[in-house]
């Protein structure tokens, strides 16, 4: 059974960094295509990047692209979600999420994976 475990989420003022971490237990990171996505109150769950496994295809939002930056460590069976200069509206619910079989085109799709951590939350304020 296939467990992700989140870390690293807090209250961060705006333009401050944080990095939030998500292992894999009962299973190999580098089997599977890795995803964060967030959900703020009131909102839906909405993709923020994946890294794919095998051809390391990396995506992202628009709403972050040039200020986050996914990774993974194969040896720590870790992947990371480093965040920059955070926005208030970067507040939310992040989730990591994992799929052995997803194909490119869905990665952008929440429903599209089999398997969710517990959720870590980012707030953004001053």
């Known amino acids: 059974q296939v467990q992700l475990v989140e870390s690293g989420g807090g209250l961060v003022q705006p333009g401050g960094s944080l990095t939030l971490s998500c292992a894999i237990l009962?299973?190999?990171?580098?089997?599977?295509?890795m995803a964060w996505f967030r959900q703020a109150p009131g909102k839906e769950r909405e993709f923020v990047a994946v890294?794919?496994?095998?051809?390391?295809?990396?995506l992202y939002s628009d709403s972050v692209k040039g200020r986050f930056t996914i990774s993974r460590d194969n040896a720590k069976n870790t992947v990371y979600l480093q965040m920059n200069s955070l926005k208030p509206e970067d507040s939310a619910v992040y989730y990591c999420?994992?799929?052995?079989?997803?194909?490119?085109?869905?990665?952008?799709?929440?429903?599209?994976?089999?398997?969710w951590g517990q959720g870590t939350e980012v707030t953004v304020s001053s």
């Open positions: 009962g299973g190999t990171v580098r089997r599977y295509a």
């Open positions: 999420a994992a799929d052995a079989s997803i194909i490119v085109s869905s990665l952008r799709q929440a429903y599209q994976y089999d398997h």
């Open positions: 890294t794919k496994q095998s051809s390391g295809t990396q």
